[in-house]
C-alpha cells in the first residue's frame, strides 16, 4: 500500500496493526487506498480515540474496531471479526440488532443505556449490558453505508445493582415476616418515614415524609415524655446512640391501645453530630396481656414463664437468677461456662460477675443494670451485649443478654432474671464485614479524590494542549484504577474473608514510585517530595494494591508534616526483598502509638491530629496488604521529629 494514501491506518495499538496487515483487497470494501473519504476519516478516528468503536461498512457490514472494543468480542469473536461481516460475528443477536443497523442505514439513529444482549464471546452465552449508540456513516456521495457503534460495557455495573436489589427485596421480606414496623428519622428537620405497618398502627396518613410530632402525639400521655427523653438521649454522641423502650400508643382513628417496643440506633458524623435515627417497632401487646394474666394468678408462675421464654431463644443459652432482697445468684451451666468457670460453687455479682466484665465494658454495664433498677427509667428491661473474660480460661467471649426485674408494690426491685447467649462469632462476622466496607471506601476514596482534583484543574489549563493531555491522561489512569478497584470488590469469589485479593505481575518498583510521586505533584504543590533514585529491578507484586500502600503513607506524609517540609522517598534491592522508605519531618509519634498504629480504626491521639480527618484505616489497610505480599511494615518515630515509614517485600 502506498504510505502516503494510508496514512489514516496509522496508530491505533493491535488493532492497528492487524488493520494494516490484513489484506483488504480480497474484502467486499476493496483496498484500503480505494476508501471512500468518510470511511478513511471515521476509520482514523477510531483508532486514535480510547472509546470502544466498531464500524460496519457496506451491505455486508464488514466491521473493523479499535483496542477499545476488543474485549467486547471476547476470545470467540477476536480476531476472525476483522474483516467478517457483523451478520455471521453476531449470529445470535442479529434478530435484534440487524433491523436497527438496516434503518440506520437509512438515516435513523439509535441510542439505549443499559441494553441487554446474550452474547456468545467465551465460548458461552452470557447477558451482557451496554450503553451504545448506532449512527449513520454518510459517504462523500451522502449516501449512509456505514453504522458506527459506540458503546460502553456496563455488566458490571448493572449486576451490582441487581445485586443490592435482590439484598433489599429480602431484607423487606424479614421485616415483614417479622411484622415489624420501621422508620427513619432526619434529625435536621426532624421528618421520618415508616413502613405502612407504623403508619397503620398510629394512625398516621400515607405521607412520603412525616413530622415527629404527628407520631409522638399518639403516644400515651403518661408514656410521652420517657419516650421523646430516650429520643433525646439516643441522639446525645455521648450515649452511644443506642435506643431500646417499650411504650403504649392510642391510634386516634379507633382508640385502638397497643403496647410496642422500640429499638434503634443514631448515627454520627466526625464532628459526633447525629445524622440518622433509624429502627423499628414491635407489637407486644398480646405478650404483655398473657404475662399481665400470668402474674395475677401465680407470680411464681409468671417468672417461670418469663424465664422458659427468654432461654426457648436457643438451647445454647445460659441462664441466671438473682434474688436481689437475699443477695443471691444462680447461674446454669451453660452460664457459668459463659464466664470461664467449671465449678460449681456458689457465685455471687460482686465476686464473679463484675470481675468476669471485660475492663472495656465493665463500667458500662454495671450503669446499665443501675438503671434496670429504676422502674421509672426502664420498667426493668435488660437488652444488652458486652464482653466477658473467662476466670479460669481467660478466653474474652461477646454474650447478648436480655432479662426482667421485677418489683414491690413501692417499686423496689426484688428479682432480676434473664438469659446469655454467645455471639462472639456473630461479632467477629461483624466485624469482618465492617473491615470489608472500610476497605472498599477507603480504596475508592484515593481515585475519586484525585479525578476530582484534575477535573477542576483541567478547566484552567485547557488553553495548554500539553498540559490539558497529561491531565486527561492521568484522568483516565485514575478511572482504569478505579474500575479495577470495582471488578475487584464485586468479584465476592475472589476475596477471602473480608480481605482483598492479589493480581499479581511484575514491573520496575521505581516506575511506580515515580507514577505516584508524579500524580501528588500535580495536585499538591505544598511540600518538596524528593525522589533518591531507586536501582532498576522488578518486584512481583499486586501493582494497583502496592500502588495504594505507597499513595496512602505519602498522602499521610503529607497530612501530618508542616506545609514546605520535606519528604523523602528511596527504594532499595536487599537480597530478595525490596524495600521503600518514606521519610516526613512532622509531629512524629509517641512510641506507645506506634505499637497499635497498623491496627484496625486505630488513630494516635493528641491535639495535633484532632482536626485531621481520618478514619484509622489507611495504615491498617496498608499492613494488610503488605503482609498478603508475604512482606513487613514498621515506623521508626519520634514526637516532633518526623517518621520514617519502611516496608519490605519479596523481589521475586
Not at 464488514?62 to 468480542?73: G, H, K, S, T, V
Not at 451482557?128 to 449512509?144: E, L, M, N, Q, T
Not at 400470668?294 to 424465664?307: F, G, I, T, Y
Not at 522508605?581 to 491530629?609: P, V
Request: negative net charge; glycine residues 8%.
Amino acid at each position: 500500500m502506498n504510505r502516503d494514501q494510508t496514512d489514516f491506518l496509522q496508530g491505533g495499538g493491535e488493532m492497528g496493526s492487524l488493520i494494516r496487515a490484513y489484506n483488504w483487497a480480497d474484502s467486499p470494501i476493496g483496498d484500503p487506498e480505494q476508501w471512500d473519504a468518510a470511511l478513511k476519516s471515521m476509520v482514523s478516528m477510531m483508532l486514535s480515540t480510547h472509546f470502544p468503536i466498531l464500524i460496519c461498512w457496506g451491505t455486508e457490514y464488514i466491521q473493523l474496531y479499535n483496542d477499545a472494543f476488543r474485549p467486547i468480542n471476547g476470545t470467540n469473536k477476536h480476531p476472525q471479526a476483522l474483516g467478517g461481516s457483523a451478520k455471521d460475528t453476531y449470529a445470535e443477536i442479529w434478530d435484534t440488532i440487524g433491523p436497527m443497523f438496516k434503518k440506520v442505514r437509512t438515516g435513523e439513529t439509535y441510542g439505549f443505556p443499559n441494553f441487554m444482549v446474550p452474547l456468545n464471546r467465551n465460548g458461552y452465552i452470557e447477558q451482557c449490558y451496554f450503553d451504545f449508540s448506532y449512527s449513520p456513516v454518510k459517504s462523500s456521495k451522502g449516501i449512509a453505508e456505514g453504522v458506527l457503534v459506540i458503546c460502553k460495557e456496563t455488566t458490571t455495573q448493572v449486576k451490582a445493582i441487581n445485586s443490592i436489589s435482590e439484598a433489599k427485596a429480602e431484607l423487606d421480606f424479614a421485616i415483614e415476616a417479622a411484622e415489624l414496623g420501621t422508620w427513619d428519622l432526619n434529625p435536621l428537620t426532624q421528618k421520618f418515614i415508616g413502613n405502612d405497618r407504623l403508619k397503620s398502627w398510629f394512625g398516621l396518613t400515607a405521607d412520603s415524609e412525616i413530622d415527629l410530632s404527628k407520631a409522638t402525639d399518639v403516644i400515651a400521655e403518661e408514656d410521652r415524655q420517657r419516650v421523646l427523653d430516650a429520643i433525646e438521649k439516643a441522639m446525645d454522641y455521648e450515649s452511644g446512640g443506642y435506643y431500646s423502650i417499650e411504650y403504649h400508643i392510642i391510634n386516634p382513628n379507633n382508640d385502638q391501645v397497643r403496647l410496642v417496643r422500640a429499638k434503634g440506633k443514631a448515627l454520627f458524623n466526625e464532628n459526633k453530630q447525629v445524622t440518622r435515627f433509624s429502627g423499628t417497632l414491635q407489637d407486644i401487646t398480646g405478650e404483655h396481656t398473657a404475662l399481665s394474666e400470668a402474674k395475677d394468678s401465680n407470680h411464681r408462675l409468671a417468672l417461670a414463664l418469663e424465664q422458659a421464654r427468654l432461654s426457648k431463644m436457643t438451647a445454647k443459652m445460659g441462664t441466671f437468677d438473682m434474688d436481689l432482697k437475699l443477695g443471691t445468684l444462680e447461674w446454669d451451666e451453660r452460664c457459668r461456662v459463659l464466664f470461664g468457670i467449671s465449678h460449681h460453687n456458689t457465685v455471687s455479682y460482686e465476686n464473679d460477675f463484675l470481675p468476669g466484665l471485660h475492663p472495656d465494658d465493665r463500667e458500662r454495664v454495671s450503669n446499665y443494670i443501675k438503671d434496670v433498677y429504676n422502674k421509672e427509667k426502664t420498667n426493668g428491661d435488660y437488652d444488652i451485649e458486652y464482653r466477658t473474660v473467662g476466670a479460669e480460661d481467660g478466653q474474652v467471649r461477646w454474650v447478648k443478654a436480655q432479662g426482667k426485674a421485677y418489683f414491690d408494690a413501692e417499686a423496689k426491685p426484688t428479682r432480676f432474671i434473664g438469659s446469655v447467649l454467645d455471639i462472639t462469632e456473630q461479632k467477629h462476622d461483624e466485624l469482618r464485614k465492617n473491615d470489608f466496607i472500610g476497605m472498599v471506601s477507603h480504596e475508592l476514596k484515593t481515585p475519586l479524590t484525585s479525578l476530582k482534583a484534575y477535573m477542576q484543574l483541567l478547566p484552567l489549563k485547557i488553553h495548554d494542549v500539553g498540559v490539558a493531555k497529561t491531565i486527561i491522561t492521568k484522568v483516565e489512569s485514575q478511572i482504569r484504577k478505579m474500575s479495577t478497584l470495582i471488578n475487584g470488590f464485586l468479584d465476592v469469589s475472589r476475596l477471602e474473608s473480608g480481605k482483598i485479593s492479589l493480581e499479581m505481575s511484575r514491573f520496575f518498583l521505581s516506575g511506580l514510585i515515580d507514577e505516584m510521586i508524579a500524580d501528588f505533584e500535580m495536585l499538591m504543590a505544598t511540600h518538596q517530595i524528593i525522589h533518591h533514585p531507586c536501582p532498576a529491578f522488578e518486584v512481583k507484586a499486586d501493582r494497583d494494591k502496592l500502588g495504594s500502600v505507597i499513595t496512602n503513607l505519602i498522602g499521610n506524609a503529607i497530612k501530618y508534616s508542616p506545609s514546605g517540609s520535606k519528604i523523602e522517598i528511596s527504594c532499595e534491592k536487599e537480597g530478595n526483598m525490596a524495600t521503600v522508605k518514606i521519610k516526613d519531618e512532622g509531629i512524629g509519634i509517641k512510641k506507645e502509638d506506634t505499637q497499635r498504629l497498623f491496627e484496625r480504626f486505630f488513630r494516635a491521639d493528641n491535639k495535633n491530629t484532632k482536626t485531621i480527618s481520618g478514619f484509622g484505616i489507611g495504615l491498617y489497610l496498608s499492613a494488610e496488604i503488605v503482609k498478603r505480599h508475604h512482606g513487613t511494615i514498621k515506623v521508626d518515630s519520634s514526637p516532633n521529629q518526623g517518621s520514617t515509614f519502611i516496608f519490605s517485600i519479596p523481589a521475586g
